[in-house]
T-cell receptor, first 114, second 109 residues
Framework: DAGVIQSPRHEVTEMGQEVTLRCKPI?????LFWYRQTMMRGLELLIY????????DSGMPEDRFSAKMPNASFSTLKIQPSEPRDSAVYFC????????????FGPGTRLTVL | GEDVEQSLFLSVREGDSSVINCTYT??????LYWYKQEPGAGLQLLTY?????DMKQDQRLTVLLNKKDKHLSLRIADTQTGDSAIYFC?????????FGKGTSLLVTP
C-alpha cells in the first residue's frame, strides 16, 4: 500500500492567492482528517470526514478555509485568499475507524505564504 | 479546553533508556497512542494501548498507562541515535485524536 499521499509537498505562494492542497487516503479507509501543524499551536485538527461526509469542521479557522471530499479516494483543502499566518505544515490522515481507530498520516504539505 | 501535556525536551545518552511522559485529559478515552515524527516527515504510529490495559510491550518500547492519574508513558530501551525525533502522545476523543505538543528526544553518542 502506498500510504496516504499528499500533494504538493511544498507550496510557496503570495498573500491573497488561492491554495489547494490534495490528499489521497489509504484505499479502503472510511475516514479522513486534515490537521495543521505550527510551532506555536502544535497539531490542530481542522476537519474530518466519515464516508465522504464532513462530520466536524469546528477546527477550520475561518471562512477562508474549505474542504471537500468528492469521493472516497480524494480530498482537497482550499485556502482563499491565503494569508501569511496560514503558513504551516498541513497533514492529511486516514483511518478505518474500526479496531484501534489508528490514523495514518501523509508526509504533509509545507505551505509558505509570503 | 484542556490540553494533552508533555514535557518539551529530553536528552539521553545512546544506550540508555528514555522515558517520555504524557498527561491526557479524557478519562473516557478508549485508546491512547504514541507517534514519532522525524524532521520533514509525517507522523508515524509507534504503538497504541487500549484503556483496559496497564502495560504494553513491543520490542524496545514499553507503554505504561495509569488511568487514575490519566498518565501515559513511553519507555524506549537501549536508545539509539536513530530514535532522535519528536514523540507525540494522543488520546482518542470521539473519532478524532487530540495530540500533545510533542517531546523532542535528543540522543547523544
Amino acid at each position: 500500500d502506498a500510504g496516504v499521499i499528499q500533494s504538493p509537498r511544498h507550496e510557496v505562494t503570495e498573500m491573497g492567492q488561492e491554495v489547494t492542497l490534495r490528499c489521497k487516503p489509504i484505499s479502503g479507509h472510511n475516514s479522513l482528517f486534515w490537521y495543521r501543524q505550527t510551532m506555536m499551536r502544535g497539531l490542530e485538527l481542522l476537519i474530518y470526514f466519515n464516508n465522504n461526509v464532513p462530520i466536524d469542521d469546528s477546527g477550520m479557522p475561518e471562512d477562508r478555509f474549505s474542504a471537500k471530499m468528492p469521493n472516497a479516494s480524494f480530498s482537497t483543502l482550499k485556502i482563499q485568499p491565503s494569508e501569511p499566518r496560514d503558513s504551516a505544515v498541513y497533514f492529511c490522515a486516514s483511518s478505518l475507524l474500526t479496531n484501534n481507530y489508528t490514523q495514518y498520516f501523509g508526509p504533509g504539505t509545507r505551505l509558505t505564504v509570503l | 479546553g484542556e490540553d494533552v501535556e508533555q514535557s518539551l525536551f529530553l536528552s539521553v545518552r545512546e544506550g540508555d533508556s528514555s522515558v517520555i511522559n504524557c498527561t491526557y485529559t479524557d478519562s473516557s478515552s478508549t485508546y491512547l497512542y504514541w507517534y514519532k515524527q522525524e524532521p520533514g516527515a509525517g507522523l508515524q504510529l509507534l504503538t497504541y494501548i487500549f484503556s483496559n490495559m496497564d502495560m504494553k510491550q513491543d520490542q524496545r518500547l514499553t507503554v505504561l498507562l495509569n488511568k487514575k492519574d490519566k498518565h501515559l508513558s513511553l519507555r524506549i530501551a537501549d536508545t539509539q541515535t536513530g530514535d532522535s525525533a519528536i514523540y507525540f502522545c494522543a488520546e482518542l476523543s470521539g473519532y478524532a485524536l487530540n495530540f500533545g505538543k510533542g517531546t523532542s528526544l535528543l540522543v547523544t553518542p
